[in-house]
Nanobody
Framework: QVQLVESGGGLVQAGDSLRLSCAASKPTYAMGWFRQAPGKEREFVAAIRWSGEDTYYADSVKGRFTTSRDNAKNTVYLQMNSLKFEDTAVYYC?????????????????WGQGTQVTVSS
């Protein structure tokens, strides 16, 4: 069992930055970030392995969001810059045990409780 605890959400203005954190009780193979806006399906945002340099991003956030990790703290981060109104959503982190399709929710085994990010225009 892996527990994931997210933090860092809040209310910001368009153009601002925000950093989300996700603390894991233990590392797995990789971590992903997803988000769900009101009335929409949950969508992939970014992913990072616990080892190596590879990161993966949805086109909608590429160049604005950066995911990173601190292995000593078993924590991953999502740095969100140049936030837009359409980035408003509940953001979730998730843990997976193997490689595959980074955007596939079914390939992630554990999920955090989510943290709300609201961007005012």
């Amino acid at each position: 069992q892996v527990q994931l605890v997210e933090s860092g959400g809040g209310l910001v203005q368009a153009g601002d930055s925000l950093r989300l954190s996700c603390a894991a009780s233990k590392p797995t193979y990789a971590m992903g970030w997803f988000r769900q806006a009101p009335g929409k399906e949950r969508e992939f945002v970014a992913a990072i392995r616990w080892s190596g340099e590879d990161t993966y991003y949805a086109d909608s956030v590429k160049g604005r969001f950066t995911t990173s990790r601190d292995n000593a703290k078993n924590t991953v981060y999502l740095q969100m810059n140049s936030l837009k109104f359409e980035d408003t959503a509940v953001y979730y982190c998730a843990a997976r045990y193997y490689s595959g399709t980074w955007s596939s929710e079914r390939q992630y085994k554990y999920w955090g409780q989510g943290t709300q990010v609201t961007v005012s225009s």
